[in-house]
């Protein structure tokens, strides 16, 4: 009898034990879940605030850039006296996070010629984003899309007039910021443009 009651109490602390290691094991996957939850929630946060830093910083940057360069018409301009290729200049201008400035109309045309002027000299030619080297003839600005703003010089050499050779744009302070073509190669110096909101 007394063995009997042994394997009795054997058999139920065995089934009591089995019982709470299910209990335990359930709640432990019930935790994981919202473990897992949790976790997945604070990387999602810790994503939207590097997100949001960075674009303080890029709001910084700009701000810098507009207060060593020009604000005109939601664009910052910053020149760069140093010739280079237009290939290099351009390259340098992304590199800033902005790109060779294409004016849009006119009056962006002429307070760039203003700045250009006043930054650089009165006899310097600065590269613009524009070229028409995919297909002559066919100007475009640096991200493909076709050139609706022209200031071409047409009243005394026909620009552009250069063909094959000349496929890059510049703006020329000694003709009123009236626009040539020039071969690629050549070294100029350069205006980078920055959106702003």
């Known amino acids: 009898m007394d ?12 089934l009591a034990h089995c019982t709470f290691q ?19 929630e604070l990387k999602k ?19 810098t850039v507009c207060l060593r360069g020009i604000k005109i018409l939601g664009k910052c301009f910053l020149a760069d006296p140093v010739k280079k290729n237009f290939h290099a200049a351009s390259d340098d201008c992304i590199a800033k996070g902005g790109s060779l400035s294409t004016p849009l109309t006119g ?19 600065v590269w613009l984003g524009v070229n028409d080297m995919v297909t002559d003839g066919q100007w475009v600005d640096q991200s493909g899309s076709n050139v609706r703003f ?14 094959r050779s000349q496929n890059c744009a510049i703006l020329s302070t000694t003709a009123n910021g009236k626009w040539f073509d020039e071969n690629c190669r050549a070294e100029k110096a350069s205006v980078c443009e920055f959106n702003i909101v």
Request: hydrophobic share 30%.
């Open 45 to 63: 946060q810790i994503n939207d605030i590097v997100q949001e830093l960075n674009l303080l910083k890029e709001q910084q940057a700009l701000q």
């Open 3 to 14: 063995v009997q009651r042994i394997c009795l109490m054997f058999c139920l602390l065995l």
């Open 22 to 40: 299910q209990t335990t094991s359930s709640s432990k996957r019930k935790n994981g879940k919202k473990d897992n939850a949790a976790i997945e």
């Open 150 to 163: 022209k200031n071409w010089e047409t009243e005394i050499t026909l620009q552009p007039d250069g063909g």
């Open 107 to 125: 009056d962006e045309n002429d307070q760039l010629y203003s700045y250009v002027r006043q930054s650089i000299g009165p006899e310097e030619h």
